[in-house]
Nanobody, 112 residues
Framework: QVQLAESGGGLVQAGGSLRLSCVAS????????MSWFRQAPGKGREFVARIYWPGGSADYADDVRGRFTVSRDDPKNTMYLQMDNQKQEDTAVYYC?????WGHGAQVTVSS
């Protein structure tokens, strides 16, 4: 089973930016989909973005489209989530997912 590790979370002011990384312990089997989800306090886990490989096309949740960008560095087995123009409602624990495995999450807190 692949192991995933998120990093890059932290505290940011509204309107600011953060970039999350998710490193996989091994190369994924093509074709694959790698995803970001998030869970805010008191809420269920929700989809944020996914990237398809090979090809690199992406899908986004409506409330992050245009602000977040998902990308992939295949040789490094790493997926990124660039989060720009952040809002307080982006505050959550962010998880990456691949082949039914999940990382432990990275806390993102957006202050006013």
């Amino acid at each position: 089973q692949v192991q995933l590790a998120e990093s890059g979370g932290g505290l940011v002011q509204a309107g600011g930016s953060l970039r999350l990384s998710c490193v996989a312990s091994r190369r994924a089997f093509n074709p694959y989909t790698m995803s970001w989800f998030r869970q805010a306090p008191g809420k269920g886990r929700e989809f944020v973005a996914r990237i398809y490989w090979p090809g690199g096309s992406a899908d986004y949740a409506d409330d992050v489209r245009g602000r977040f960008t998902v990308s992939r560095d295949d040789p490094k087995n790493t997926m990124y989530l660039q989060m720009d123009n952040q809002k307080q409602e982006d505050t959550a624990v962010y998880y990456c997912s691949l082949e039914n495995s999940w990382g432990h999450g990275a806390q993102v807190t957006v202050s006013s």
